[in-house]
């Protein structure tokens, strides 16, 4: 683990505590200590698919069944994890920025809705929510926590128990049209949402300190943030337990899990302490 007395630790402090914008991508490894799997490694399997493999629309067009019994999986999953320390340490630095009047932009790939249970409020989910379903006829989309989803999936998903299809008719359906739903999330090949990536695009030109979290930096277009950011001349700061495509363009590399280093590298400084308690 990166040690956090080092030089490397001190001018990421001084720079963050000048920040009047600071932009945050996180991805799967931020919630891996609450122990939510991660989409590639060893973790990403669910039976013997790859994650990667039941995230496409091509998945779910050949079997509706199994990739809804992937995302039932999750979504019973998540209702026993909770955020970790990183999540909490974004969601307080948010806060801290704002009261001092400066911005803090959190831009997630995660679907899990940690960020917003931590308290994050300036956030961009930028590949959709779990909780969230879509109908592949009218488009109509809404929240849903509903346990199970729908009958049919009632003690289905289990990672290591396959059961028999499920009929389309059976599966989770439109309250308005009656049609198919599917998971409100963006799967590979899809484009995302436009005022998302516009919105995302103007913080990326406006942020003067950029923070990449636990994401493998391989899924675009999160992927080519840290090099487009870096080509501006804004410091990058990478924290992830290992390298990744966006390290050699990072100013910073700290290494470890996010959930021990963001208390610290995150923290209030001195002065921040004393303006509070005064
Ligand atoms: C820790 C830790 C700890 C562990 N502490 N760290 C340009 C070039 C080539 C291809 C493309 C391109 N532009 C678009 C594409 C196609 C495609 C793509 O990127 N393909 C690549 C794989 C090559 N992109 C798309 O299709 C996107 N759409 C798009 O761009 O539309 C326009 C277009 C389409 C086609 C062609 C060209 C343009 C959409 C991407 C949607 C991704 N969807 C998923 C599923 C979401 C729903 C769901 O969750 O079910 O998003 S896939 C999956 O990957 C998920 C994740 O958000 C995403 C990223 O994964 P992430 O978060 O990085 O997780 P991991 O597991 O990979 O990494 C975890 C990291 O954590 C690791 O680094 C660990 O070390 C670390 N870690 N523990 C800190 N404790
Ligand atoms: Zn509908």
Redesign the pocket.
């Known amino acids: 683990m990166t040690s956090m007395t080092g030089p490397e630790f001190t001018e990421f402090r001084e720079l963050f505590a000048k920040a009047r914008s600071v932009l945050v991508l996180?991805?799967?490894?931020?919630s891996?200590?609450s122990g939510v799997p991660?989409?590639?490694?060893s973790?990403?399997f669910w039976r013997t698919y790859q994650?990667?493999d039941?995230?496409t629309p091509e998945a779910f067009k050949r079997s509706p069944s199994l990739v809804w019994e992937?995302?039932q999986y999750?979504r019973e999953l998540m209702r026993t994890k909770e955020p970790n320390k990183?999540h909490f340490a974004l969601a307080e630095a948010e806060k801290r920025f704002e009261s001092e009047g400066k911005r803090f932009v959190l831009v997630t790939?995660?679907?899990?809705g940690l960020h917003r249970q931590a308290g994050s409020q300036n956030l961009i989910e930028?590949?959709?929510r779990?909780f969230t379903t879509r109908c592949t006829s009218c488009g109509f989309t809404e929240d849903n926590y509903d346990s199970p989803i729908c009958e049919a999936l009632r003690n289905r998903g289990s990672p290591d128990q396959a059961g028999a299809e499920i009929p389309i008719k059976d599966l989770p359906s439109c309250r308005q049209c009656q049609s198919l739903v599917r998971?409100n999330?963006?799967?590979?090949?899809?484009?995302?949402d436009r005022d998302i990536v516009k919105k995302i695009d103007e913080e990326i030109a406006k942020c003067d300190l950029f923070l990449v979290?636990?994401?493998?930096?391989?899924?675009?277009?999160?992927?080519?943030y840290a090099s487009w950011i870096a080509r501006r001349g804004v410091p990058v700061a990478e924290?992830?337990?290992?390298s990744?495509p966006s390290t050699s363009v990072s100013t910073f590399h700290f290494e470890?899990?996010?959930?021990e280093?963001l208390p610290i590298l995150l923290a209030p400084t001195t002065d921040d302490k004393s303006h509070k308690d005064s």
Do not use: C
């Open positions: 996180t991805g799967a490894g931020i891996a200590e991660t989409f590639r490694g973790g990403g994650a990667t039941l995230a992937f995302y999750r990183g790939q995660n679907i899990d930028m590949h959709g779990l998971p999330v963006v799967w590979f090949g899809e484009a995302l979290i636990g994401t493998s930096a391989v899924v675009y277009p999160a992927a080519a924290i992830n337990i290992e990744t470890g899990p996010s959930g280093l």
